[in-house]
């Protein structure tokens, strides 16, 4: 390098470092306010991340999330959303950013807050977590605006496409993990007005939340619109079914599925056998807990070591102590065929 042109490089270096160092300073200062309200400290604050996010985006970043999570705290929601959406607009979007000022939504029910943000983070972030999910529909909580949480959702829908039967869905288990069934039913019989069609996992999740509900009744009555509405239960709809009826003792209804699954050629595995002969076993129906342990054996499932134990218990306490040792001297002569502690965990569907 020609040595005038070499001086005249670090001469502009010398000049710029000090500017940049000054912007710096000042976006630090700027993060670390303890009460940032004032909408023209937000708008300096917007310039400088636009100053500095091409050279250094991480830090940038982090200095967004440090200060959006103070105007949160402040209670200033408003001023967060509109950084946010003019990074947005500029091109720069920070999704634990969204994240933060979501929760803080989502804390005062704010629920047309929460959808903005929400649709943001949709459509500029991709597939979202179940937390997020999660926080929307507490932003609910408080709403009985039926009309208008049927509009925001219709909003979701439409971005969604053509994965919004993906999102209704998880929608609507937010709703039911939320315990706000009445709104994830009501999102489930608007569906058709959204220009979506229902699948298994739709009716899955909407079986499990009447059924861990205690709503039985209307479990059955959902799966049987199931039917005739041309969908082929699995084997997540008869286990849905079968442990919800369980847990309130139906245990009629429990081998009415129990057989119908067998029918359909669903087969049943280790734990629905676990369910259904503990479930008999505590009501006194020691034969049909023992009908269940042998088909289980004849299907060429291995049985596990919890179901030999419970069945002994079961058989001892009614009385059967002979038939209990016989049990007892099978499984100690198989324990190391046996499934164990983590065979036994299934997967979350």
């Known amino acids: 390098m020609p040595l005038l042109l070499s001086q005249n490089y670090f001469t502009c270096i010398r000049l710029f470092c000090p500017i940049v160092s000054k912007i710096v300073g000042n976006y630090n200062s700027l993060a670390t306010q303890a009460a940032p309200d004032d909408e023209g400290m937000a708008d300096e604050f917007l310039n400088q991340i636009l100053a500095t996010y091409r050279n250094a985006p991480n830090s940038s970043k982090e200095r967004c999330n440090a200060y959006v999570h103070k105007l949160c705290k402040a209670g200033n929601l408003s001023t967060a959303i509109r950084l946010l959406q003019s990074l947005r607009d500029n091109n720069i ?16 029910n704010q629920i047309d807050l929460s959808f903005r943000i929400f649709k943001d983070l949709l459509v500029f972030h991709g597939p979202l977590t179940l937390t997020c999910y999660l ?17 925001y959702v219709k909003q979701v829908s439409d971005l969604a496409f053509p994965n919004n039967m993906i999102v209704i869905n998880r929608i609507i288990f937010a709703f039911g993990e939320c315990r706000q069934i009445e709104k994830a039913l009501l999102v489930f019989n608007q ?34 619109s199931m039917k005739e509405a041309g969908f082929v239960p699995d084997f997540v709809t008869y286990n849905t079914l079968l442990n919800n009826l369980r847990r309130v003792g139906r245990l009629d209804m429990c081998l009415v599925f129990f057989r119908e699954m067998d029918d359909r050629g669903v087969e049943p595995d280790l734990l629905t056998y676990r369910e259904m002969i503990e479930a008999f076993g505590r009501s006194g129906n020691t034969g049909e807990a023992l009908r269940l342990f042998n088909d289980m054996k004849q299907r060429k499932i291995r049985p596990s070591i919890y179901i030999y134990r419970s069945l002994v ?11 209990a040792m016989s049990i007892s001297q099978e499984m100690n002569s198989s324990t190391s065929d046996l499934f164990g502690s983590k065979d036994f965990k299934r997967k979350r569907r």
Do not use: H
């Not at 609910?140 to 049927?150: F, G, H, K, Q, S």
């Not at 218990?313 to 038939?323: E, P, Q, R, T």
């Open 93 to 108: 979007f920070i999704p634990n950013a969204y994240n933060t000022l979501l929760a803080a939504a989502a804390e005062r």
């Open 191 to 224: 569906i058709k007005g959204f220009g979506c069609k229902p699948n298994v996992i739709t009716y899955n999740t909407i079986l499990d939340i009447l059924g861990r509900a205690g709503r039985v009744d209307e479990m059955v009555l959902e799966f049987s």
């Open 135 to 151: 926080k929307l529909a507490r932003s609910c909580a408080d709403t009985n605006d039926c009309t208008a949480l049927i509009r």
């Open 313 to 323: 218990d079961i058989l001892k306490k009614a009385g059967k102590v002979d038939l």
